[in-house]
Nanobody, 122 residues
């Protein structure tokens, strides 16, 4: 089991920045990919960014990111980050940290955090 705890959400004005953190504990050695997803009530969850250790370290960003977000990871601290800049009201959502076990299909994440709310005002 991998336990994930997000933090760093909050309320900002359009154009502002936030940095989300996700601390992992438990069997972190079993995870080969880490990601940030977001979800708005009534809409499907969408990928913001991911980093895959078993896919040659591939970093992926959702189409809506458009160069505004940066994913990073501190393996010594078992922490995943998402730096979000130039935020717009359309970025308002609950952001979830996720981890995928090694050997699983790329799009299937096995562990999820509780989410952190990001609210962006005009």
């Amino acid at each position: 089991q991998v336990h994930l705890v997000e933090s760093g959400g909050g309320s900002v004005q359009a154009g502002g920045s936030l940095k989300l953190s996700c601390v992992a504990s438990g069997s972190t050695w079993s995870a080969c990919a880490w990601g940030w997803y977001r979800q708005v009530p009534g809409k499907e969850r969408e990928l913001a960014s991911s980093i895959s250790r078993d896919n040659e370290g591939t970093i992926t960003y959702g189409d809506f990111v458009k160069g505004r977000f940066t994913i990073s990871q501190d393996l010594n601290k078992n922490t995943l980050y998402l730096q979000m800049d130039f935020l717009s009201p359309e970025d308002t959502a609950t952001y979830y940290c996720a981890a995928r076990r090694c050997g699983r299909p790329i799009a299937i994440y096995d562990y999820w955090g509780q989410g952190t709310q990001v609210s962006v005002s005009e």
